[in-house]
């Protein structure tokens, strides 16, 4: 049952305050089902509200550091239990935020509760490991240490699960935070914020911080008290960072983006992969980083996968995410909307062609909405913009290949590399596949989108730098290694 909706203002939360900002300025959130419905408001901050929250977390990282490991797991325990109580009002307003469906939006909520109990149990963990030394009197250990105050810089299509996914090892191995959502996802943050407020944090060790990227993303990477960043979103603003930190000479972690094959041989299972593909492809609108946006499939199955691709695609209902019965939402915001629209535009001008949907939903139901129905283009030569660039939107490219090898020679024709399926009931293929797949992640019978929360998540190429977030993983970049040596006296 849905609650009955009101916009609220939502504050910076500094030194455990919430404030509003100096500029005493506000930047709305629409419904991109609705653009004339205000889900809330958000703080257009100034460097100065930036300085208060980098100093109110440098001020707490020695303390934070020194309260233990365990202790602070326990407050990630009552962050998760806080966040499953709040549960169906956070994902409601995720879909009337970003236009995720209401059951996905679901989902990804439930998925935060279990990121945060994965990680508090981090707090009972080996945080070392002894080593012997050449010296038979000594005892030599290694002790990993908190890097301090991190800035943390999020995207709007996870408003939920990418912000905690950083934020709980974050916490755990006994660093402070200063997080910036996307706007875009801001009201959301703000109440996932406000569980870990509840969950009675110390003073300044989680500081909430919006605003315009330019000033407030880009003065958080460049601020002098600051010890790392981690951050997930474009390409281009992603080299940005990586400069800035690079500059400062402090540890930084990007995310960025992906074109992710997916390869269909002749001896797969069709309807499997028909069905996987819809869903990577079109869950959340296609707005996902892993979203499969290549579909490689050998020519000797190609008519009849295509058809059945197209049957089953005519099949989505388009709408608002919080009906029942509605499979796919509207594109997150009106400059998305035109970005995916423009792309459609682009692949018929190179000579590709429009096989289903790629239109803007008319009627009274949609007029206020961000709305356009799946799209599939064929005869898409690899080179073309539709094949190579990050649309982020529901538009697959069908590409036929002659052979497994051609295939994979496709798929890896990308500066991205973060994730890759492929469909085959082929041992060979499947191990080729894993050996010689350019990607960080790669799925075998299963869809592109997705990951586990305790396995590690990151891209190759142009898709990351090399870090991985999630699991045992996210110990590597949130803490260092400091090597001890002891002997008596």
């Known amino acids: 049952m849905q609650t ?23 930047i709305k959130s629409i419904n991109p089902a609705n653009k004339y419905e205000i889900v809330g408001f958000v703080q257009n901050s100034t460097q100065d509200d930036l300085n208060n929250a980098v100093e109110s977390a440098d001020r707490a990282k020695k303390m934070w550091r020194k309260i233990g490991q365990a202790a602070r797991g326990q407050f990630l325990y009552k962050a998760a239990d806080i966040l499953e109580q709040n549960l169906d009002d956070i994902a409601e307003t995720m879909t009337r935020e970003m236009g995720k469906t209401l059951p996905e939006a679901k989902g990804e909520t439930a998925r935060g509760v279990a990121i945060l109990r994965y990680y508090a149990s981090e707090g009972m963990r080996k945080d070392g490991d002894v080593i012997p030394s050449s010296d038979k009197d000594a005892l030599m250990f290694t002790k990993r ?19 905690i996914w950083k934020m709980a ?27 870990f407020v509840k969950a009675g944090l110390p003073e300044g060790v989680l500081n ?38 690079a500059e400062r000479g402090i540890k930084f972690q990007l995310e960025m983006g992906g074109k992710n094959p997916v390869i269909v041989t002749r001896d797969a299972n069709l309807d ?5 593909v819809i869903s990577g492809g079109f869950r959340s609108s296609g707005q996902k980083c892993t979203a499969s946006s290549r579909v490689i499939v050998e020519e000797t199955v190609y008519a009849e996968f295509k058809e059945k691709l197209i049957e089953e695609t ?49 009627g009274e139901e949609f007029k206020n909405g961000f709305y356009i129905t799946p799209a599939i283009f ?24 002659a052979s497994m090898e051609e295939a994979i020679e496709i798929a890896n024709d990308s500066k991205y590399g973060l994730s890759a399926s492929i469909f085959t009931s082929n041992l060979n293929s499947l191990l080729n596949f894993i050996d010689d797949m350019e990607a960080g992640l790669v799925r075998v019978n299963a869809e592109s989108a997705g990951v586990e929360l305790q396995a590690p998540f990151g891209g190759m190429k142009a898709s990351s730098t090399g870090s991985r977030e999630q699991g045992e993983a996210a110990k590597e970049f949130f803490t260092a290694i400091k090597t001890v040596f002891v002997k008596g006296s």
């Open 208 to 245: 909430f911080i919006t605003g315009s990227g330019s000033v407030i993303g880009q003065g958080l990477i460049e601020h002098p008290l600051l010890n790392a960043i981690t951050f997930t979103g474009s390409e281009n603003v992603g080299k940005n960072v990586a400069r800035a930190a």
């Open 145 to 163: 240490v908190p890097l301090g105050v991190v800035g943390v810089i999020t995207p709007w299509n996870f408003p939920v699960a990418i912000p």
């Open 314 to 362: 005519k099949k989505i209902t388009v709408g608002n995410g919080l009906q029942k019965d509605i499979w796919m939402g509207p594109c997150a915001s009106e400059s998305q909307f035109h970005t995916v629209l423009d792309y459609i535009e682009k692949g018929k001008e190179e000579g590709a062609t429009l096989i289903l949907g790629g239109e803007e939903l008319q």
């Open 169 to 195: 090892p974050a916490l755990v191995y006994g660093n402070t935070i200063v997080l910036k959502p996307a706007t875009e996802g801001a009201v959301t943050a703000a109440k996932v914020v406000e569980c």
């Open 4 to 26: 009955i909706f009101k916009a609220e203002t939502y504050k910076n939360f500094i030194n455990n305050v919430w404030v509003d900002s100096s500029s005493q300025e506000l």
């Open 378 to 401: 064929e005869n898409v030569n690899p080179k073309m913009a539709i094949a190579q660039e990050e649309i982020f939107g529901p538009v697959i490219a069908l590409i036929k290949a």
């Open 272 to 276: 499997l992969a028909v069905e996987a």
